[in-house]
T-cell receptor
Framework: NSKVIQTPRYLVKGQGQKAKMRCIPE?????VFWYQQNKNNEFKFLIN????????QIDMTEKRFSAECPSNSPCSLEIQSSEAGDSALYLC???????????FGSGTRLLVI | GEQVEQRPPHLSVREGDSAVITCTYT??????FFWYKQEPGASLQLLMK?????EINEGQGFTVLLNKKDKRLSLNLTAAHPGDSAAYFC????????????FGKGTHLHVLP
């Protein structure tokens, strides 16, 4: 059982709809990452946080996603207007430090129809 | 930026045989290396984290070799068994951008009984 909890496990949305997923990092881990794993198993880094602050994010995330990691609440990643190409497994990971090994959640599998 | 190439994409071996998966990377200053195992529908499970100072790393049933001169990281399962069937991913922490790691595209290992 993963110590990083992601919900929901599966998410089905129509094109243009919002899609929101959540992540509870491992207790005591201030660093949180979001990755997208596509059907070819390729990982795309989306965004990372240290505590509540965004450290880095890619262009796509900045333009189309809304993400936050509030204190005492789950982190969240929300696609503002889903596209078919967003269908993927979204993995959240947390770590103690930026150079530590990550603990991954089980992921949220998004299908955009 | 850092690029990671993983080979082979698919690998089938007989039970008891060895299985070798290799990743090459481009940034000579990379200093943390990871191997993950992903079973179908499951999250990423950390097999081993390797520091750039250690060339030979022994795990349970596998060995990880790091050749810094050739910028090559390999995972060698010494006597594969059906439970090893999964996707394996290498990941490299880019020294110039330490807040994220770069993943290989994965190797689907199938161990035949």
């Amino acid at each position: 059982n993963s110590k990083v909890i992601q919900t929901p496990r599966y998410l089905v949305k129509g094109q243009g709809q919002k899609a929101k997923m959540r992540c509870i990092p491992e207790k005591g881990h201030p660093v949180v990452f979001w990755y997208q794993q596509n059907k070819n198993n390729e990982f795309k880094f989306l965004i990372n946080f240290q505590n509540q602050e965004v450290l880095q994010q890619i262009d796509m995330t900045e333009k189309r996603f809304s993400a936050e990691c509030p204190s005492n609440s789950p982190c969240s990643l929300e696609i503002q207007s889903s596209e078919a190409g967003d269908s993927a497994l979204y993995l959240c990971a947390s770590s103690l430090r930026q150079d530590s090994d990550y603990t991954f959640g089980s992921g949220t599998r998004l299908l955009v129809i | 930026g850092e690029q990671v190439e993983q080979r082979p994409p698919h690998l089938s071996v007989r039970e008891g045989d060895s299985a070798v998966i290799t990743c090459t990377y481009t940034d000579p200053n990379s200093y943390y290396f990871f191997w993950y195992k992903q079973e179908p529908g499951a999250s990423l499970q950390l097999l081993m984290k390797v520091f750039s100072s250690t060339e030979i790393n022994e795990g349970q049933g596998f060995t990880v070799l790091l050749n810094k001169k050739d910028k090559r990281l390999s995972l060698n399962l010494t006597a594969a068994h059906p439970g090893d069937s999964a996707a394996y991913f290498c990941a490299v922490s880019a020294a110039t951008n330490a807040y994220k790691v770069i993943f290989g595209k994965g190797t689907h290992l199938h161990v035949l009984p």
